[in-house]
Antibody
Framework: EVQLLESGGGLVQPGGSLRLSCAASGFTFNTYAMSWVRQTPEKGLEWVSGIHPGGGGTYYADSVKGRFTISRDNSKNTLSLQMNSLRAEDTALYYC??????????????????WGRGTLVTVSS | QSELTQPPSVSGAPGQRVTISCTGSSSNIGATSGIHWYQQLPGTAPKLLIYGNNNRPSGVPDRFSGSKSGTSASLAITGLQAEDEANYYCQSYDSSLSGYVFGTGTKVTVL
């Protein structure tokens, strides 16, 4: 059974940093691309970042580029998101999600086949 | 502002058929092979419902079906049941944004 378990969320002041982690199990972690997706009541679901199976390729939404860094440790089946220079608009529930290929057309025809339960990040003074 | 537009809400009586539209553009729906749909029950994470336009993962009832045409897609629920009350989101990739995009979401209410 695929399981994704996020951790590391919490309350942080504007300008601060936070590191999210996602522990994966139930599948061959090093053969799948992974992503972070966040959700707020106001903006709905928003893709944040993605990473290749081997970690060599990383991708970011414009809203977080230059502030967030995605990484993975395939030896520990762990996905991470380092978030710096946090802003109030980064407040959201952050999900770890596994990417799966529909057709071999990276990254266009991929979808999120499993999601974690999410970890809440609140940026406020 | 999402690149994929969905109606905020749809409703129907038990047993009825409802459809949810997802309208995009040539840089997203029109540029990809497949559209994907997710169901989010209250207080839970999104769950994959349909992938590649009209493919259901194991365990998803065949009451759910999808289609894609040009720059739009739709999700149909036939034989609506109380347990189908949830929010539904479409998803694609946008080549102009170089990232994945989600629809604005549709709340389905069973009357």
């Amino acid at each position: 059974e695929v399981q994704l378990l996020e951790s590391g969320g919490g309350l942080v002041q504007p300008g601060g940093s936070l590191r999210l982690s996602c522990a994966a199990s139930g599948f061959t972690f090093n053969t799948y691309a992974m992503s972070w997706v966040r959700q707020t009541p106001e903006k709905g679901l928003e893709w944040v970042s993605g990473i290749h199976p081997g970690g060599g390729g990383t991708y970011y939404a414009d809203s977080v580029k230059g502030r967030f860094t995605i990484s993975r440790d395939n030896s520990k089946n762990t996905l991470s998101l380092q978030m710096n220079s946090l802003r109030a608009e980064d407040t959201a529930l952050y999900y770890c999600a596994k990417l799966k290929r529909y057709v071999d057309n990276w990254p266009m025809d991929y979808y999120f086949d499993y999601w974690g339960r999410g970890t809440l990040v609140t940026v406020s003074s | 502002q999402s690149e994929l537009t969905q109606p905020p809400s749809v409703s129907g009586a038990p047993g009825q058929r409802v459809t949810i539209s997802c309208t995009g553009s040539s840089s997203n729906i029109g540029a990809t092979s497949g559209i994907h749909w997710y169901q989010q029950l209250p207080g839970t994470a999104p769950k994959l419902l349909i992938y590649g336009n009209n493919n259901r993962p194991s365990g998803v009832p065949d009451r759910f079906s999808g289609s894609k045409s040009g720059t739009s897609a739709s999700l149909a629920i036939t034989g609506l049941q109380a347990e189908d009350e949830a929010n539904y989101y479409c998803q694609s990739y946008d080549s102009s944004l170089s990232g994945y995009v989600f629809g604005t979401g549709t709340k389905v209410t069973v009357l």
